[in-house]
């Protein structure tokens, strides 16, 4: 039976069997028997981590350490409100610094704990449950989510592609337009906490599972993914950058990365 460790884009942890390409961290959210309790989160440090880093091997739910999460991807992990771990994917941190700079028009990078105190503002009210807002599908960018008619959606060059466990499913016809015609109304509810998306629009690229792309027909007009997609080598000028190569979550005992520390 799958652990209680799989976390969807409206920041739910959930069983579920199905595999992803990242993990991540919210603090130890379990007790006995490896099942979670009431508390969803110990810190505002949420985070969004490799899936292998240095070889390290650590068991996925250790008593009183900390509860590994595993998402299908970072666009996932991203809505649900993790930020990128400053530890093993420094790269990717220092991306996200510089587009959360921009976008926030700030001095310099801000800090970790920064970061993390507006995240979790915007990613949770006071009796916990997940915030969403309402915006304009025509200023949103790629990787974000929003709520469409069977769940949540993954905003790619014009469509928008069901999220699952599983991965994307196909997406909804270019010719059909997001707002007109697909049930999805012009003002689109967005999962992804806003921050993240104006540092997305600032010039993050989000990693997307490579479903993503799979039976993926013409564009909407003048659109242009901005990911990158795990897997994926990326064609001049295509839009989209190569990232890791794919690797799915383990059932056993995980290959990843210390686990206490502000990232």
Same mark, same amino acid.
């Given at each position: 039976?799958?652990?209680?460790?799989?976390?969807?884009?409206?920041?739910?942890?959930?069983?579920?069997?199905?595999?992803?390409?990242?993990?991540?961290?919210?603090?130890?959210?379990?007790?006995?028997?490896?099942?979670?309790?009431?508390?969803?989160?110990?810190?505002?440090?949420?985070?969004?981590?490799?899936? !292998?880093?240095?070889?390290?091997?650590?068991?996925?739910?250790?008593?009183?350490?900390?509860?590994?999460?595993?998402?299908?991807? !970072?666009?996932?992990?991203?809505?649900?409100?993790?930020?990128?771990?400053?530890?093993?994917?420094?790269?990717?941190?220092?991306?996200?610094?510089?587009?959360?700079?921009?976008?926030?028009?700030?001095?310099?990078?801000? /800090?970790?704990?920064?970061?993390?105190?507006?995240?979790?503002?915007?990613?949770?009210?006071?009796?916990?449950?997940?915030?969403?807002?309402?915006? @304009?599908?025509? !200023?949103? &960018?790629?990787?974000?989510?929003?709520?469409?008619?069977?769940?949540?959606?993954?905003?790619?060059?014009?469509?928008?592609?069901?999220?699952?466990?599983?991965?994307?499913?196909? @997406?909804?016809?270019?010719?059909?337009?997001?707002?007109?015609?697909?049930?999805?109304?012009?003002?689109? !509810?967005?999962?992804? &906490?806003?921050?993240?998306?104006?540092?997305?629009?600032?010039?993050?690229? &989000?990693?997307?599972?490579?479903?993503?792309?799979?039976?993926?027909?013409?564009?909407?007009?003048?659109?242009?993914?901005?990911?990158?997609?795990?897997?994926?080598?990326?064609?001049?000028?295509?839009? /989209?950058?190569?990232?890791?190569?794919?690797?799915?979550?383990?059932?056993?005992?995980?290959?990843?990365?210390?686990?206490?520390?502000?990232?």
């Amino acid at each position: 039976m799958p652990l209680q460790n799989r976390v969807t884009p409206f920041g739910e942890i959930v069983a579920d069997p199905g595999r992803g390409l990242m993990m991540g961290n919210r603090g130890c959210l379990h007790g006995q028997g490896r099942r979670l309790g009431v508390s969803r989160w110990r810190s505002k440090l949420w985070i969004c981590c490799l899936l !292998e880093f240095k070889g390290v091997q650590r068991d996925p739910m250790p008593p009183g350490r900390w509860t590994a999460l595993f998402f299908l991807d !970072e666009a996932t992990a991203l809505a649900a409100g993790h930020r990128p771990c400053a530890y093993c994917r420094r790269p990717d941190y220092v991306a996200f610094t510089q587009a959360w700079r921009a976008a926030q028009c700030l001095p310099r990078r801000p /800090l970790a704990p920064d970061m993390d105190a507006v995240l979790h503002r915007e990613r949770t009210d006071r009796s916990r449950r997940k915030l969403s807002y309402r915006a @304009p599908l025509a !200023e949103l &960018p790629d990787g974000v989510m929003i709520r469409a008619p069977a769940g949540p959606g993954l905003l790619l060059a014009g469509q928008v592609r069901p999220w699952s466990f599983h991965g994307y499913g196909a @997406p909804l016809p270019a010719d059909a337009g997001i707002p007109a015609g697909a049930g999805i109304p012009a003002g689109a !509810e967005v999962l992804t &906490p806003p921050s993240i998306v104006a540092a997305i629009t600032a010039g993050y690229l &989000p990693q997307v599972h490579p479903s993503a792309l799979a039976g993926a027909g013409p564009p909407s007009p003048g659109a242009k993914a901005r990911i990158r997609v795990q897997g994926h080598r990326g064609q001049p000028g295509d839009g /989209l950058r190569g990232g890791a190569v794919a690797r799915t979550m383990p059932s056993g005992p995980i290959t990843n990365r210390r686990t206490s520390g502000s990232w």
